[in-house]
């Protein structure tokens, strides 16, 4: 049984940090391509971020670009999401989600695993 559990999140002022982390269980977790996506109140679901199963190329949205890094641990099966320079339309629920094609994917439908999410927001 896949698992993608979120950690992290919380409430902090603008300009301040978060890490965020995905532990993984039941996938063979070197062949994912892990990524962040995010949901604002009222909003769709959108890409935040992406790494490669090995090599840790990465891709970003454009809108956190600069101030997020995504990283991960083959060894502990897990992704870290650290989000700098926070503000306050960065708050959302954020989601971690395993893609078994490996690939930089940026489209939901590309991936097959998804966790439960976790609250960050961001005050003015």
């Known amino acids: 049984q896949v698992q993608l559990v979120e950690s992290g999140g919380g409430l902090v002022q603008a300009g301040n940090s978060l890490r965020l982390t995905c532990a993984a269980s039941?996938?063979?977790?070197?062949?994912?391509?892990m990524g962040w996506f995010r949901q604002a109140p009222g909003k769709e679901r959108e890409f935040v971020a992406v790494?490669?199963?090995?090599?840790?190329?990465?891709v970003y949205a454009d809108s956190v670009k600069g101030r997020f890094t995504i990283s991960r641990d083959n060894a502990k099966a897990t992704v870290s999401l650290q989000m700098n320079s926070l503000k306050p339309e960065d708050t959302a629920v954020y989601y971690c989600?395993?893609?078994?094609?490996?690939?930089?994917?940026?489209?939901?439908?590309?991936?097959?695993?998804w966790g439960q999410g976790t609250q960050v927001t961001v005050s003015s």
């Open positions: 989600a395993g893609s078994a094609s490996g690939e930089l994917g940026s489209v939901e439908e590309q991936y097959n695993y």
């Open positions: 790494i490669m199963w090995r090599g840790g190329r990465s």
């Open positions: 039941g996938l063979f977790f070197n062949r994912f391509s």
